[in-house]
């Protein structure tokens, strides 16, 4: 007979063993996937960290990079900087000369030049043209002396500025020693301009005087009306000659140079020097008070 009671327990036994074993898998598999989730979270941290650390390394390398190229423009910067002076204007070349007359030395138009080199100045107030261009004419023979120095030696003042006659007494001191050259001795002296004919006597003393200055390489003195060299100024204004150009078979002097120290008349390229005819020097002068040359 059989024993139903018996079959019904185990069939129950058997249902319970089954759940048991069901239980257990979807336990394990719930932590297989816990475990993947959070490996592949971790992964994404860890990737996300290695791109900030990858990041922050390049740009730290920029950075860097960036810094050195810097300090390296600095230092170049630093070494090739140079101190610029802007009391004086280097001294003209005989290019830059040429290129006032638009042509060259052996061009065949136009004569010889002879020109002395001068370093040019500008002057720091409005009434010491005389002494910076005293201040010029020393310089060329070597000899230092200050617009400032030279200004309180000669009495320059605010109402008239500087008198020649004061002017060339200063200069022969510091070039020769005494202020007034006598008989044969060498110095400056001056002379008055009262015609502007060019075949007076006048204008050929003194094409004559030019050239003896400038072949000793004495720089030659000049004052003239500013109203009637720059239209529009007014005033009596002194500047250094520096030379001149002969006519083109060299028979006359055709041109002056001198160099201009006023500040209201520098030319970026040519800084003062300016070319005139012994004409329009002559003329200029002829409304002068103060003597109007020294040579």
Request: with cysteine.
């Amino acid at each position: 007979m059989v024993d139903f009671k018996a079959i019904k327990f185990l069939t129950a036994a058997l249902l319970c063993v089954t759940l048991l074993v069901g239980c257990q898998s979807k336990s394990r598999d719930v932590g297989k996937a816990a475990n993947t989730t959070k490996t592949s979270s971790q992964q994404k941290t860890s990737g996300k960290e290695a791109s900030q650390e990858s990041s922050s390394s390049e740009t730290d390398s920029l950075t860097d990079e960036a810094k050195r190229s810097k300090e390296k423009t600095i230092a170049t910067t630093e070494r090739s900087g140079a101190a610029v002076s802007t009391d004086n204007t280097p001294p003209l070349s005989q290019d830059t000369i040429d290129k006032i007359n638009g042509q060259g030395q052996n061009s065949g138009q136009g004569g010889t030049k002879h020109q002395l080199q001068v370093t040019q100045q500008v002057q720091r107030d409005w009434n010491t043209c005389a002494p910076t261009t005293v201040s010029m004419m020393l310089s060329a023979r070597g000899v230092t002396a200050s617009q400032e120095e030279l200004a309180q030696a000669m009495g320059t003042d605010d109402s008239f500025g500087t008198h020649n006659t004061d002017a060339i007494r200063v200069l022969n001191r510091y070039l020769f020693g005494y202020e007034q050259p006598t008989g044969n001795q060498s110095g400056y002296r001056l002379a008055t301009v009262t015609t502007a004919d060019l075949n007076s006597e006048e204008m050929r003393v003194f094409k004559e005087r030019l050239k003896q200055n400038i072949a000793d390489g004495y720089p030659m003195y000049y004052t003239f009306d500013n109203a009637r060299i720059y239209p529009g100024s007014s005033g009596e204004h002194n500047v250094i000659g520096t030379g001149y150009q002969l006519t083109e078979d060299g028979s006359d002097i055709a041109y002056l140079y001198y160099i201009d120290p006023s500040y209201t008349q520098q030319d970026p390229t040519y800084g003062g020097l300016k070319k005139i005819t012994p004409q329009e020097l002559f003329h200029a002068m002829l409304t002068c008070v103060e003597p109007n040359y020294g040579w």
